[in-house]
């Protein structure tokens, strides 16, 4: 398979509807897959959100109060997009109600075009997303709650 | 033309810049740190993101988490301000790999302008009168031979260095010999690179500095001289524009260097010459700033050029909006760098929360400040929380002008300079425009 070939897939599937896209020949295997990412005015309104985001912290705190001290929440220890999933398939997405270990990676965040996988810093289970697929994260933001295993 | 910019700083600095950015029709983004969440410049910016922990090393000089900060906003300009990483050689390098434009100089000027004895080699190659100096010092012994070759008295310098670490001053072999391991050990802790050199030291001297901006298409000005002789431990404390010590000849004389030099090393957007004068007024190049200082507004005040918009329409790609036949120079301006400081206790920096901010106002009097009643100085930052400005027809005006202005503001709860600055302005030999770098230890505060 040729360069030229591989790319008239990769612009075929960016015009398609479909976001992944994978196909063996012999011993050649093709795997494409997007990521979601919003365009332009989208990335504005992503960011008129964090704000939001600081506010929701504060109420999760509060919130969390209340919980006592059996939910913890995650947060975004670098700036970037968030991803539940990785390019690699290395890392399946958590879904509430899910177990996650201490140190398990539970997201990626992208940063200068760089994978950073984020490890959970508790065990517990995961009671809720709180970042948006390919939404853009900063620092200190809330990622996930989890309910801490007594 | 640049549409977004992200400004890689905070305090008043990254306020100006905001404010030069609505004034130009350009979205801004701020960044802040964990302990600046109620900075003013959040509170003011189109978009604010959050990178990092109040530790600078984390947040503002963390460069992963801005360069991803401008990424998600879609930004597509950094301005770096003062301090922090205006002026890294390798931070400006990313923002262009990232397709950022970093308004600032090239990388490499930054780099040949960082490394004083590089420039200093630079300088003389452009035919500028340098302080006679040494090259980089190995030992102890080869310091002693030069020194005796100079003559004492000499200052030791940091080559990465600047704001007065690393610096020592040597009057005999003796001081030199205690002083050289102790300038090298500061070097190495504050800017990782320990390479010193030595330069003849002036005494009685004054710090002469030429403002200059260029563009990209080799167009140069100057915009005349700031005197910043008031120091204290090589910190600015009062700038002054123009300054009383020169003669319209000197300054035209000092002026054309300034602006040869720019052009000799191609030098792009604002930048600062700094030189050293002797009572005989002999000048010496003394190092470039390859950034906007702190100290701006006085050149703005007696020229009327607004120097940040100047640099961010030249970093768009713009050719320069003035010519140096345009640049007319008015009246006199002095600022004063408000600092959280006690000075009837040997300037401790102070940390505690500004109850009630009563701003100084009037004819010709301009503050560029963060603060406001209820704001809390972080420990993690600068001291310096406000920059007053005033502006006369003549010296003895602008004086009298700041005078009212400090007599005027307020920050309640908080122990501030000011009181140092209402001595100095009514020194006698101040007043008459007798200073020098030393003018302040001569002061007995």
């Given amino acids: 398979m040729n360069v030229n070939t591989i790319k008239s897939f990769i612009k075929f599937i960016k015009q398609s509807r479909y976001n992944e896209f994978s196909m063996k020949d012999g011993d050649v295997s093709l795997k494409i897959k997007f990521r979601p990412r919003e365009d332009e005015s989208e990335t504005i309104q992503g960011i008129d959100n964090l704000a939001a985001a600081k506010d929701q912290r504060a109420a999760e ?90 | ?33 964990e302990a600046d969440a109620e900075s003013l410049h959040v509170k003011l910016a189109d978009k604010a993101v959050c990178i990092g922990p109040p530790n600078p090393k984390e947040s503002y000089l963390y460069v992963p988490n801005i360069i991803s900060a401008a990424e998600i906003t879609g930004c597509d300009a950094v301005h770096p301000g003062y301090g922090f990483l205006s002026e890294n050689a390798d931070f400006a390098d990313i923002c262009k790999k990232h397709q950022l434009i970093f308004i600032g100089p090239e ?11 590089e420039a200093r080699a630079a300088m003389t190659a452009a035919g500028v009168p340098i302080v006679p100096g040494t090259a980089p010092l190995e030992s102890v ?20 260095g600047g704001g007065g670490k690393g ?21 190495r802790m504050a800017f990782n690179n320990d390479e010193v050199y030595m330069e003849k030291y002036i005494e009685h001297a004054r710090h002469i500095e030429f403002q200059i901006i260029a563009d990209n298409y080799g167009n140069a000005v100057h915009l005349g001289e700031r005197d910043c002789s ?73 020229t ?25 120079f008015y009246g006199y301006a002095i600022e004063c760098r408000i600092c959280a400081e006690d000075p009837a206790n040997h300037f ?19 503050v560029d400040t963060h603060v406001y009643s209820g704001y809390s100085i972080p420990p993690h930052y600068d001291s310096m929380i406000a920059k007053i400005i005033a502006w006369g027809e003549t010296r003895k005006e602008a004086i009298a002008r700041m005078r009212r202005a400090l007599a005027e503001v307020r920050f309640e709860g908080l122990t501030v300079n000011i009181a140092f600055f209402e001595k100095l302005l009514k020194n006698e030999k101040f007043l008459k425009g007798d200073i020098t770098t030393n003018f302040i230890a001569g002061m007995g505060v």
């Fill in chain 2, 230 to 302: 008031i120091q204290r431990r090589h910190q600015k404390l009062v700038e002054e524009s123009p300054s009383v010590f020169l003669t319209d000849e000197l300054r035209r004389k000092m002026g054309d260097i300034a602006v040869k030099v720019v052009k000799s090393v191609k030098y792009t957007n604002a930048g600062t010459i700094e030189f050293i004068m002797d009572e005989h007024k002999n000048f010496y190049f003394m190092e470039m700033n390859s950034r906007i200082q702190v100290e701006h507004p006085v050149t703005e005040m007696v």
């Fill in chain 2, 348 to 366: 401790m920096p102070q940390v505690g929360t500004i109850s009630n901010y009563i701003p100084c106002g009037g004819p010709f009097v301009r």
């Fill in chain 2, 1 to 33: 033309m640049i549409k977004r910019i992200l400004i890689a700083n905070r305090g008043e600095i990254a306020l100006r810049i905001i404010r030069a950015c609505r004034e130009l029709g350009i979205e801004a983004v701020a960044v802040y740190s």
């Fill in chain 2, 167 to 187: 610096m020592r001053i040597v009057r005999n072999d003796s001081d030199l010999r205690s002083s050289f391991e102790i300038a090298k050990n500061e070097a």
């Fill in chain 2, 107 to 117: 990388p490499k000027i930054i780099t040949l302008m960082g490394d004083k004895s």
């Fill in chain 2, 304 to 328: 009327s050029v607004d120097l940040l918009k100047e640099q961010i329409m030249v970093a768009g790609g713009a050719k320069l909006s003035i010519k140096q036949s345009d640049i007319r």
């Fill in chain 2, 141 to 160: 012994a080869q310091a002693l031979l030069e020194a005796n070759k100079i003559g004492y008295p000499l200052i030791i310098k940091a080559s990465g």
């Fill in chain 1, 61 to 150: 705190a509060t919130r969390d109060k209340k919980d006592g001290e059996f939910c913890k929440i995650i947060t975004a220890p670098i700036v970037g997009r968030f991803y539940s999933t990785m390019t690699s398939d290395k890392l399946a997405p958590i879904k509430k109600g899910d177990a996650v270990k201490k140190s398990q990676t539970v997201c990626m965040i992208e940063a200068m075009n760089i994978e950073h996988e984020i490890s959970s810093p508790y065990s517990g289970v995961m009671e809720e997303m709180l970042a948006d697929e390919g939404a853009p994260v900063m620092f200190g933001q809330p990622l996930f709650k989890i309910r801490i295993n007594n």
